[in-house]
């Protein structure tokens, strides 16, 4: 696989509108080229990559957003394709449209607003008819109730402290909540130890988990049973996270009072008493500003030094970059890589500066700065050479 920069013009394939300002970090020496079937790099929010060829050339996948359900990870962890997202860059968005939800759905507000359109062409009559009707959508305010806050992340967090702000009791859900979300989130946030002690005593329930084997159905009748009559669901993660049939059987009995959705399916438009968005968590000016950015920094960053940021397959690794040549190397996490890698730069009679070896789970990362100036004939060669080392997944010489 070839690879330096100053070999080509970078091209970034673009999937899906990404944010111009996220775009304009490419200005200088990148190509941009959303037809390109064999790019340097991809920028995609929400496209489904899985039936994707990826060219051999691709070395890097930004998701402007969070959820990376929608990128082929194992794959493309075994062809050292490094996968970023942007982690928090839309939390803020998220966190806006489920409070306006909340009191919305509480309030009754999108029966009575649809409602009220029905009114159109009485004329005269409409006050008369809106006070006559107005019983039907009493609601509930939210001060006082408990809110179940199902994952503690970026997005989770915000919501929660949010709504302690509100008046409302929060308990929050997270196994695996990260030490710097932990101190972000407010004290008065009370911590289920279990899912079902959540479930058992919130009136609306808010879930922020990504998709996975793990969570893919996590609602369904058995969770539905362990929760309180009437209880209000908000789903701003992915539509996989509630099985279908099952809180449409919830709905009808009235076991889950609304269902509020970003992910609309047939199923989900037939429900009673749910209401649907089209995927607009995310969709607000500086949401997708930051998230274009972010995602645009990172692949730049990488590209040019090889140092990793905000990875969700690989190890984030950082080596100040200092312009001299840099050895970039994917690889198993198996014994002897990073000597092999070493004993290959020497046998080109060239000295390491320093080098920096990162893993994850199975793989890991390696660079080395070396020392001398290289003769540009002898980086294919050295290339060359360290791919062949067994276990090595790929590598570039910057
Ligand atoms: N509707 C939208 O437009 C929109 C926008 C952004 C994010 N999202 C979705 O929201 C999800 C969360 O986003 P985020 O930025 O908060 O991500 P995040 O990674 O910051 O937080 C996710 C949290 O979920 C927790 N978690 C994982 N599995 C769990 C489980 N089984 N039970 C409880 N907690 C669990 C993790 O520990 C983590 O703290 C994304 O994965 C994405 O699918 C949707
Ligand atoms: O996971 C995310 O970040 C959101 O679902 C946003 O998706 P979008 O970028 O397609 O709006």
């Known amino acids: ?38 790019p340097d790099a991809i920028v995609v929010r929400s496209f489904n990559m899985h039936d994707m060829e990826l060219g051999d050339n691709v070395k890097a996948i ?58 159109e062409g009485q004329g005269d009559q409409i006050g008369k008819l809106v006070e006559a009707g107005k019983k039907n ?5 939210i001060k006082g109730k408990t809110l179940g806050v199902i994952g503690l992340g970026a997005i989770g967090a915000l919501v929660a402290n949010d709504a302690l702000d509100l008046g409302m009791d929060v308990i929050g859900f997270d196994p695996f909540i990260s030490v710097d979300t932990a101190w972000n989130l407010s004290r008065n946030v009370q911590r289920a130890n279990s899912i079902e002690e959540l479930y058992a005593v919130s009136d609306y329930i808010t879930v922020h988990v990504p998709l996975t084997d793990d969570t893919i159905g996590m609602f369904n009748e058995e969770t539905f049973k362990l929760m309180k009559p009437g209880v209000q669901l908000f789903n ?38 749910a209401v649907a968005f089209p995927h607009l968590g995310a ?13 645009a920094r990172q692949v730049k960053q990488f590209l ?20 001299k040549k840099r050895v970039a190397a994917f690889h198993k996490n198996v014994p002897n890589m990073v000597g092999q890698i070493s004993s290959a730069i020497s046998d080109f009679n060239l000295n390491i500066a320093d080098m920096v070896n990162r893993s ?25 050479k360290i791919n062949q080392i067994n276990g090595m997944i790929t590598t570039r010489i910057i």
């Not at 111009?20 to 200005?27: A, I």
């Not at 959508?137 to 305010?141: A, I, K, L, P």
């Not at 040019?304 to 200092?322: D, M, R, W």
């Not at 994850?360 to 390696?366: D, L, Q």
């Open 304 to 323: 040019e030094t090889g140092n990793i940021k905000n990875s969700v397959n690989f190890p984030n690794a950082n080596l100040p970059y200092t312009g």
């Open 236 to 273: 701003f993660s992915r539509g996989g996270l509630v099985n279908e049939e099952d809180i449409a059987i919830a709905l009808d009995s009235g076991k889950v009072g609304k269902f509020i959705t970003d992910f609309p399916t047939e199923n989900v438009l037939k429900m009673k008493n």
């Open 137 to 141: 959508f009493v609601g509930s305010e």
């Open 1 to 38: 696989m070839s690879t330096t920069l100053i070999e080509k013009v970078p091209t970034i394939k673009t999937l899906n509108n990404i944010a111009t300002s996220g775009l304009d970090v490419f200005k200088q020496n990148y190509n941009i080229d959303e037809n390109s079937e064999n």
């Open 62 to 119: 930004a998701r402007a957003g969070a959820g990376v359900n929608n990128i082929p990870i194992k794959k493309c962890t075994e062809q050292g394709v490094v996968v970023f997202n942007t982690p928090g860059a839309n939390a803020n968005a998220v966190k806006e449209i489920v409070l306006t939800s909340l009191m919305a759905s509480s309030r009754n507000l999108f029966a009575g607003a649809a409602w009220a359109r029905t009114l």
């Open 283 to 295: 969709s607000t000016k500086e949401s997708e500003e930051n998230c274009a950015i972010m995602a």
């Open 360 to 384: 994850r789970g199975e793989y890991a990362y390696t660079m080395v700065d070396i020392e001398n100036d290289v003769n540009g004939d002898i980086i294919p060669s050295l290339e060359e």
